[in-house]
């Protein structure tokens, strides 16, 4: 069982920063591309961040693109979302996921509860 927790989210005022971190269990973290997806108000999930299992490969929503970086690291089974210059409608509960090798698309992984971000405007 995969188990991937969520936290760091909270209140910010737009323009802010936050970073949210997602800790996973079991020892095949590193085999896997992890992914930050979010369900904002009134809209599906979508993909926002990817990180290739060595963390020498990134990808990015173009909404997010030069705001948000992702990160992780292996030894501490934890991959992170360092999100800056935050708008209103980053506005969503954030969840994280393994993905799968040929898509950062495509959810391997149980979703969590996730962490809700709220900025303000």
């Known amino acids: 069982q995969v188990q991937l927790v969520e936290s760091g989210g909270g209140l910010v005022q737009a323009g802010g920063s936050l970073r949210l971190s997602c800790a996973a269990s079991g020892r095949t973290f590193s085999a896997y591309n992890m992914g930050w997806f979010r369900r904002a108000p009134g809209k599906e999930r979508e993909f926002v961040a990817g990180v290739s299992r060595n963390g020498g490969s990134t990808y990015y929503a173009d909404s997010v693109k030069g705001r948000f970086t992702i990160s992780r690291d292996n030894a501490k089974k934890t991959v992170y979302l360092q999100m800056s210059s935050l708008k209103p409608e980053d506005t969503a509960v954030y969840y994280c996921?393994?993905?799968?090798?040929?898509?950062?698309?495509?959810?391997?992984?149980?979703w969590g509860q996730g962490t809700q971000v709220t900025v303000s405007s």
């Open positions: 996921a393994a993905v799968s090798a040929s898509s950062w698309y495509v959810v391997q992984s149980p």
